[in-house]
């Protein structure tokens, strides 16, 4: 089953058919009857809350056949048929964001000037509008200042900021909403009846959350879901194909958190870990699970929260149980686990300290009606978050890596060059290996590395040099991780799902590695399609062809590896630093002669 078909197949035929957006339904609903349809239209909001849909909606009616305007679109004339089915000549749809070849674009809004060959209105569907070029925007604009009577743009972005405000002014504007949980689970539901496929209690509600109220992407997860479950698709099926936690160990936390019970709290932190579990993914959840219950406390508003009827009972004991100043705390301490998590070579621990923190501090009941109880407890805090691991610091022992003392000791010896000194692009750190050594060698920077390069040569520079750019390749990857995933969302969001349990872990040359959580994920992930979408996202936001592949197993670091020790000394903050400055790279890693 292709991605996405349901989608196709449910969209909306009719007005009365669309779910949601009906502010939008009704305004455009009472143009259509009274013949008073405008030129330029502006769709804004999330993605995937119907703002195409609308738009064919659109073009349907201010074409369709129908005697009756009140009744456009009906859906079954030839005009709407040929619309739905895509073949209408008359409606241009274009995807700005895959447009992005000047000409084209701008040449497609300039023939808006030739008739309509068969519709009485000739429509343009520009989809991700703030990605057009310049050129089109300007084409656009003229376009839209004297608009020919027989077109119709009806413009659609999800970053409404991006449009020039030039285009705004021109264009009635309506803001599209997400879609509730609870609105999207009975869609879910629907669908699900009507195409025979069974759904267990608790798994629209998951697939809604996940789709963060966006129907096509709610849709598209359940006909992956449906494409491999056997039998009733339950809430563990939806948890394991998004890589969720299971919301019972986020409960069993929160509970034991309010109790003030160490042990269990540390005992569901130990299941999820042991169930393999993504934990950053376990902390967000609990963290958005936090935060409703802050915001039940706050406001006693359930409509603020989007929450299913099973769920409300639960958060509001919660919040009844709970002091506002803890939850205000705790909300804190784990949201601020996140990148920990990440960089973590201990596992669970930053969320075990976290724990262990969030029980050590004196809940605010008993400290003397302390207006601001996080002032007062401030002190404990210190002790408690130093253990932490930090990033920058020198990682394994068994690397003979240059902590602090050594770094000094590197500066001093050698002469440091004033920092105004103009220094070649690529001052090496590692100069070839065939100039040298050179009678005179240029003054080595104050780099942790450079003492050692003048006395031995490099192991290996041409593998060196090799490593180094793969690790400068992964961490620019590392660096657009997260906007990737955004990216592949639109193109797939069953394979942004998955991503959402890998992370970027290693290059080989031209080849991308993903850690990842499963070898079911592997597998996805791995599949042709799967793997093309990724590929193509990639090259597009990294300007370069590459491949990827999954592994489910972390190598461990060789102390005896050059590769593995240079990727632990780019973790080192100093060294980063020299190597951007000096726009070097590592070419070899050597103990440090002793003083
Ligand atoms: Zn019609």
């Excluded at 065939?434 to 240029?442: I, M, N």
């Amino acid at each position: 089953m292709a991605v996405q078909s349901l989608y196709r197949k449910w969209r909306s035929q009719t007005f009365a058919e669309l779910v949601g957006q009906e502010h939008v339904v009704q305004t455009l609903r009472n143009a259509i009857a009274e013949d008073r349809v405008g030129h330029a239209y502006l769709f804004t909001g999330p993605r995937g809350v119907g703002k195409t849909t609308m738009a064919r909606l659109l073009a349907k009616a201010v074409n369709c056949l129908h005697p009756d305007p009140a009744a456009r679109p009906c859906g079954d004339c030839e005009m709407c048929v040929a619309i739905a089915e895509g073949r209408a000549v008359d409606v241009i749809e274009m995807d700005a964001a895959s447009h992005t070849s000047v000409e084209d674009a701008r040449e497609i809004i300039e023939r808006v000037q030739f008739r309509p060959s068969v519709a009485r209105v000739k429509v343009y569907i520009i989809d991700e509008t703030h990605m057009l070029s310049t050129a089109a925007f300007n084409a656009l604009l003229k376009t839209l200042e004297e608009p020919p009577d027989h077109a119709l743009f009806i413009l659609a972005t999800t970053e409404v900021h991006k449009v020039p405000a030039t285009i705004l002014s021109r264009c009635q504007r309506f803001t599209f909403v997400r879609h509730s949980v609870t609105s999207m689970a009975a869609h879910l539901r629907r669908i699900a009846a009507a195409e025979g496929i069974a759904l267990a209690e608790g798994a629209p509600e998951a697939i809604a959350r996940a789709a963060t109220g966006s129907l096509r992407d709610a849709l598209g997860i359940l006909e992956q879901l449906a494409s491999f479950v056997e039998g009733p698709i339950t809430l563990h099926h939806v948890q394991s194909l998004l890589g969720m936690t299971a919301a019972a160990e986020v409960d069993a936390l929160i509970a034991a958190l309010l109790n003030a019970d160490l042990t269990a709290a540390l005992r569901a932190v130990n299941a999820v870990s042991n169930q393999g579990a993504d934990l950053r993914q376990f902390t967000r959840d609990l963290v958005e699970r936090l935060r409703a219950v802050m915001l039940l406390k706050a406001t006693d508003d359930r409509a603020l929260l989007d929450l299913g009827d099973d769920e409300v009972t639960q958060l509001t004991q919660w919040a009844q149980q709970a002091e506002m100043a803890t939850l205000v705390q705790w909300v804190k301490l784990f949201s601020n686990l996140d990148y920990q998590l990440r960089i973590t070579p201990y596992g669970q621990l930053p969320l075990e300290v976290a724990v262990v923190e969030a029980l050590l501090a004196p809940p605010p009941t008993t400290q003397p009606a302390a207006p601001r109880p996080s002032v007062a407890r401030s002190p404990t805090h210190a002790p408690v978050t130093a253990p932490l691991p930090q990033p920058a610091a020198p990682a394994e022992p068994t690397l003979p890596l240059a902590p602090e003392p050594s770094v000094r000791f590197a500066q001093s010896a050698s002469p440091a060059p004033s920092s105004a000194a103009p220094l070649p692009p690529d001052a090496p750190i590692a100069p070839p290996a065939e100039s040298r050594p050179t009678a005179d060698p240029p003054p080595p920077p104050p780099a942790v590395w450079a003492a050692t390069q003048q006395i031995r040569p490099p192991a290996d520079p041409a593998a060196a040099r090799a490593a180094a750019a793969d690790l400068s390749l992964l961490e620019q990857i590392e660096a657009i991780w997260e906007d990737f995933k955004r990216d592949v969302r639109p193109r797939s969001p069953t394979v942004q799902a998955l991503l959402n349990s890998a992370r970027p872990y290693d290059v080989e040359g031209n080849t991308i590695v993903l850690l990842v959580t499963s070898s079911f994920h592997k597998e996805r992930l791995e599949e042709p399609k799967n793997r093309a979408i990724i590929e193509e996202v990639l090259r597009r936001r990294l300007g370069q062809v590459v491949a990827v592949r999954c592994t489910i197993e972390e190598k461990s670091v060789e102390p005896t590896d050059l590769r593995g020790k240079i990727r632990e000394a780019r973790k080192d903050e100093l060294v980063r630093a020299a190597l951007n400055i000096f726009d070097a790279h590592i070419i070899d890693i050597q103990p440090l002669e002793p003083e």
